[in-house]
């Protein structure tokens, strides 16, 4: 059975750092395209980053470039998504999905992990 | 990348149909057929419903389709039943090698 399951969020000041985790069971993770998605408290869905197979193509949407990096350890079938610099306008819950095909199809889902920022 | 738009809210009565409509640009929806539509239930994560346009996943019912005319897509769902009250997103890859999502759209089954 297909897993994702993320952890690392919590509460963190603005201009602080924090590191989510998004670990996978279930299917070979290095054959898959892996995607950060969030959702601001009674908002839409905001697609975030995403990064292939082998870790050395990524892509960022705008509002999170040069903060926030997406990365990933096949070993331990897990990607990583470091947040730096955080604003109040990154709160959200934030989900990874898996992406079957090179341009998205985000077929699993976690069940996601909250950030707030805030002083 | 401006959010692809989708009305707020529909609704219809068991047994009805209704169309959800997702309206981008020449450099998202119009450009390619990968556009997907989710379904997101209060507190839980979005489930994929279709996807390159009119393609259904396995498990999902027959009841829900899609399709596209240049720059809107649009999910139909057919016999509406109780369980199918959620919301909607839409989303599109990009010229920009990007996802972009829509606003989402609020289902009330009446």
Redesign the interface.
Known sequence: EVQLVESGGGLVQPGGSLRLSCGASGFTSSGYWMHWVRQAPGKGLVWVARINGAGNDRSYAESVQGRLTISRDNAKNTVYLQMNNLRAEDTAVYYCARGNSGYGNFDYWGQGTLVTVSS | ?S?LTQPASVSGSPGQSITISCTGTSSDVGG?N?V?W?Q?HPGK????MI??VDNR?SGVSDRFSGSKSGNTASLTISGLQAEDEADY?C?S?TR?????????TKLTVL
């Open positions: 990348q959010a390619h990968y997907s989710f997101q994560a979005p489930n994929l996807y390159e996943p997103y989303t890859f920009s090698n990007t996802w972009v999502f829509g606003g989402g």
